[in-house]
């Protein structure tokens, strides 16, 4: 097996989990919190994604799809257009809004750039560096896994937080 299959097949995982997390929820499912400082579901999505697309399109060489398809604006969050959700406060959290079809729109359209990209890779492609600032540098295949490896925690606490969500009645 390729390591373009393996990465089609865990990328199609994580899209698997998010679609299941948003089917039917409701505005007060997706903003639901455990406590004041916990993350919603919707914020999760939004951030997954957001590091995605941020991601995934530098290491192809095009802009994201945040700003190119005019996602941005379709979300109208108080935070810099290039915001990924690193580092960001319990109010930023709460200011992500967004119902299940944007989420999950936006999403659809970025995991189908990723998926794009990934089959358009061959094996010498995962050697190439994209970042000197890390020892050892970090290859195309070091920055997928990572990204990857980010998507696969998020969706997980997304569907770990339904559950809570559903059980407190929401």
């Known amino acids: 097996m390729l390591a373009t299959d393996l990465l089609t097949d865990a990328y199609t995982r ?3 989990t998010v679609h299941t997390v ?3 929820a ?11 400082e916990t993350n919603t579901i919707a914020w999760l999505v939004w951030h997954l994604t957001r590091v995605q697309d941020d991601h ?4 192809a060489g095009v802009e994201q799809l945040w700003t190119s398809d005019g996602w941005s604006e379709r979300f109208d969050l108080p935070f810099d257009s290039l915001a990924t ?29 990723t998926m794009a990209y990934i ?9 190439r560096v994209v970042d000197r600032s890390w020892s050892p540098p970090v290859t195309v295949a070091v920055r997928l896994v990572s990204v990857l ?18 059980r407190a009645g929401r």
């Open 14 to 16: 994580v899209s698997q």
């Open 22 to 24: 948003l089917r039917n």
């Open 26 to 36: 409701t505005v007060f499912t997706l903003t639901y919190r455990a406590d004041p």
């Open 56 to 59: 995934v399109s530098h290491l």
């Open 85 to 113: 959700g690193y580092a960001q406060t319990a109010e930023d959290v709460a200011a992500v809004r967004a119902d299940a079809s944007l989420l999950q729109d936006y999403f659809d359209a970025v995991h189908e750039r």
């Open 119 to 127: 089959q358009g890779l061959n094996e010498a492609d995962f050697a």
């Open 149 to 166: 490896d980010d998507d696969t925690q998020h969706a997980g606490q997304a569907a770990f937080v339904r559950g809570l969500a559903v």
